[in-house]
Nanobody, 133 residues
């Protein structure tokens, strides 16, 4: 069974940092891109960042709203993807999810941002990030 479990969320002041982790199982991790998403209260889930399959194909993509502040990375030996979030803003408050889109990241990226409409398996529980002003 495909599973991706998020962790690392918490309460932080504006300008602070958090590092989220996404531990994957149930599929061949190296074969898939991994993306981070977030859903703020009353809003739809949106793509935040995406990383290619491996260190040699680990091209990264970011939504404009987080570009320059968030950094996505992956450790294929640990089946884990990270999201380093710096210079956090109150508008970053959301539940953050990770998922494995069925196609490479570039399929979903355009000037409008990351539009990933499906992921393998079911969504995990997410991890709550709250940024206070």
């Amino acid at each position: 069974e495909v599973q991706l479990v998020e962790s690392g969320g918490g309460l932080v002041q504006a300008g602070g940092s958090l590092r989220l982790s996404c531990l994957a199982s149930g599929f061949t991790f190296d074969d898939y891109a991994i993306a981070w998403f977030r859903q703020a209260p009353g809003k739809e889930r949106e793509g935040v960042s995406c990383i290619g399959r491996s260190s040699s194909d680990g091209i990264t993509y970011y939504a404009d709203s987080v570009k320059g502040r968030f950094t996505i990375s992956r450790d294929n030996a640990k089946n884990t993807v990270y999201l380093q979030m710096d210079s956090l803003k109150p508008e970053d408050t959301a539940v953050y999810y990770c998922g494995a889109p069925p196609a490479p990241c570039w399929n979903y990226y355009s000037d409008s941002g990351l539009a990933i409409d499906s992921v393998l398996g079911r969504w995990g529980p997410g991890t709550l990030v709250t940024v206070s002003s």
